[in-house]
């Protein structure tokens, strides 16, 4: 499955995006979905991930309250809002989507997006 994300750019901090990723390929249903992101210098981190259809979600515990993961299969998309943004949220988020039980190890998931850059200033 190809995973192509969007939706990054600058905010302020206490601002607001929408993180899309959209797939083709595959059968996008058949996937688990997860965001990670990556700050420069540092691992990549798991931020939210959502079951097959929707009916399961997890999230980081620097996401819980500020973000939401939602996808819609009819048009092979997974969303990420994102409110009350902080500088150190600051990073490129990646989308990725797996098979099985939902995960949020990223070697759990086997098919990764390009990334789209997210930065929030102070």
């Known amino acids: 499955v190809q995973l192509q994300a969007s939706g990054g750019g600058l905010v302020q901090t206490g601002g607001s995006l929408r993180l899309s990723c959209a797939a083709s390929?595959?059968?996008?249903?058949?996937?688990?979905m997860g965001w990670f992101r990556q700050a420069p210098g540092k691992e990549r981190e798991f931020v939210s991930a959502?079951?097959?259809?929707?009916?399961?979600?997890d999230y980081s515990d620097s996401a819980k309250g500020r973000f939401t993961i939602s996808r819609d299969n009819a048009k092979n998309t997974v969303y990420l809002q994102m409110n009350s943004l902080k500088p150190e949220d600051t990073a490129v988020y990646y989308c990725?989507?797996?098979?099985?039980?939902?995960?949020?190890?990223?070697?759990?998931?086997?098919?990764w997006g390009q990334g789209t850059l997210v930065t929030v200033s102070s």
């Open positions: 990725a989507a797996g098979q099985g039980v939902l995960r949020t190890a990223p070697s759990s998931y086997q098919y």
């Open positions: 390929g595959r059968t996008f249903s058949n996937y688990f």
């Open positions: 959502i079951s097959r259809y929707g009916a399961s979600t």
